[in-house]
C-alpha cells in the first residue's frame, strides 16, 4: 500500500458556513443527506455540528465574542468557497420551496380530482333517475 504523498488537505469552514448548514439541514422538507452532499461534506460532518448547534458549542464568532459588527463591515471580503456555499445553500432552498409548492399543488389535484369523480356519480345518478320517473 503506498503512503500519501504530502499532507492531507483538510477544509475548515466559518461558524456562519456551519450555522447556516445546520439550519437548512433542520427545515422538515430537507434530509441531512442532501445538505451535506451539496456542500460535499460527509453526513457525519454535518450531524456533528447539528450537535454542536444544539448544545450551545456553534455560534457565530461575532456573538460568542459579544460583539455585533454593522452589516456594511460584515460583508468586507467573502472567500470564493463561501459564496460557492451560499449559492449552493440558497439553490437548496429554493429547491425545498419549489417541492413544498408542488406538494401544496398536488394536493389540491387530488382533491379536485375527488370532487369531479363525485361530480360525475351524481350526474349520472340524476340522469338515472329522470329515466326512472320518465318512464313510470
Keep these: 500500500m503506498a503512503a500519501p504523498v ?3 488537505k483538510v477544509k ?6 456551519k450555522i447556516q448548514a445546520v439550519q437548512l439541514a433542520n427545515h422538515p422538507e430537507i434530509q441531512t443527506q442532501d445538505v451535506a452532499q451539496a ?8 450531524s456533528k455540528w447539528k450537535k454542536d448547534y444544539r448544545e450551545g458549542r456553534l455560534k457565530p464568532a461575532a456573538a460568542a465574542a459579544g460583539l455585533s459588527l454593522p452589516k456594511v463591515l460584515q460583508t468586507a471580503k467573502a472567500d470564493p468557497e463561501k459564496r460557492a456555499l451560499k449559492r449552493r445553500v440558497k439553490q ?3 429547491k425545498v420551496e419549489a417541492r413544498a409548492e408542488a406538494r401544496k399543488l398536488e ?3 387530488a382533491a379536485l380530482q375527488l370532487e369531479h369523480e363525485l361530480l ?3 350526474i349520472r345518478f340524476n340522469i338515472e333517475r329522470r329515466r326512472r ?3 313510470s
Design 107 to 109: 394536493r389540491k389535484l
Design 39 to 46: 456542500l460535499d461534506i460527509h453526513p457525519f460532518m454535518l
Design 6 to 8: 504530502g499532507p492531507k
Design 133 to 135: 320517473n320518465s318512464t
Design 120 to 122: 360525475k356519480k351524481v
Design 92 to 94: 437548496l432552498q429554493e
Design 12 to 17: 475548515r469552514y466559518s461558524n456562519e458556513v
